[in-house]
């Protein structure tokens, strides 16, 4: 029966010695290690994406004018054309007789206007007989003129200089009206055609740089300008229509290539924080900044876009004012936080290095 109390006592001695421990380490508890950085002002720009097709700045394809046989080509596979020269021949020897006799009927009009026209001013020729000899002169030098139409159709000429693509005809066979010969390319110049949806067409204006970027060179950007903006807008797909152009001299970017589009508006400087540092909260933004007594506030702001993994600060904050940007889940507000980097810090940690030392020999 004596035993008992004594139990009681040590009891509400472990309990008590207990209670002081856990107030002591409450006391003690160590502030947070957070980093932080000062609010900077970068460079922000309203941003429009798009992805559009490359399109040549002239193409045609040439076909053949009328049946008949090839007998000359005078371009090979990818091969560069200048404006005016001859890519393809087609018979034309029948063609070339007829102008031959053609042309004989018409010196020989021409000839008996002559005679006709001495006859007539001496008296012995009518003016119906000089007239009826001059449409008949007339008449031979438009059938002169028809036949060499048609010896010129024979002769097919490049409309503009550019490069011709694979050949897939040859010298001999007979090109139906219509067969494709070749297509001629002019790609010194590109033009980008996209959609922008209608809402962002105040955005947009000709003369505006764009920047493009195709997947066949990763990391490059090839720099343009919007040239036109279709004056209609789809009513599919409430989109209309911009074409730039690009400057292609090296012959990079090839039509019918998929680019990517960046269109920026309004750019500005403006104050910005990293994306890490911002904490959402229904229609709120906020972050946590350090005074200069170490203490986590929580501060209210109002952002802007994003860009480059920083959020655009339209207010709450100073230039300069420091930001927890790691470590914002382990802070409140008003709690104390420790800096990294901080020389209380850093003094702080080197004893507890060199500690290790000894415990682990």
Partial sequence: MRKLPLLVVISALFIASCGT?????DGDRTPPLVKAEPATTVRFADRIDAVGTARA?????????????????????GGYVRRGQ?????????QSAQLREVQARTREAEQQL???????DRGFATRADYDAQVAAAAAAQAQAQGVRAEIGERVIRAPFSGWVSLRNISVGAIASQGTEIATISDVSTIKLDFTVPETMLSALQPGQPIEARSDAYPGEV??????????VIDPATRAVMVRARLPNPDRRL?????????IENSPRMALSVPELAVIGEGDQRFVYTVDGEGVARRTLVRTGIRFGGRVEILGGLRPGQRVITEGVVKVTDGVAVRLAGAPDVQRAQAPAAGAATPEGG
Avoid: W
Wanted: hydrophobic share 40%; charged share 25%; net charge negative.
């Fill in 21 to 25: 421990g856990e107030a002591e380490n």
């Fill in 57 to 77: 700045n002239e193409q045609v394809t040439i076909s053949a004018p009328v049946t008949e046989r090839i007998v000359r080509l005078n371009f090979d596979d």
């Fill in 86 to 94: 001859v890519i393809a021949v087609l018979q034309q020897a029948q």
């Fill in 114 to 120: 002559e005679r006709i026209a001495e006859l007539k």
């Fill in 222 to 231: 090839f720099r343009g300008q919007i040239h036109t903006i279709d004056p």
């Fill in 254 to 262: 090839r039509p019918g290539m998929l680019l990517t589009v960046t």
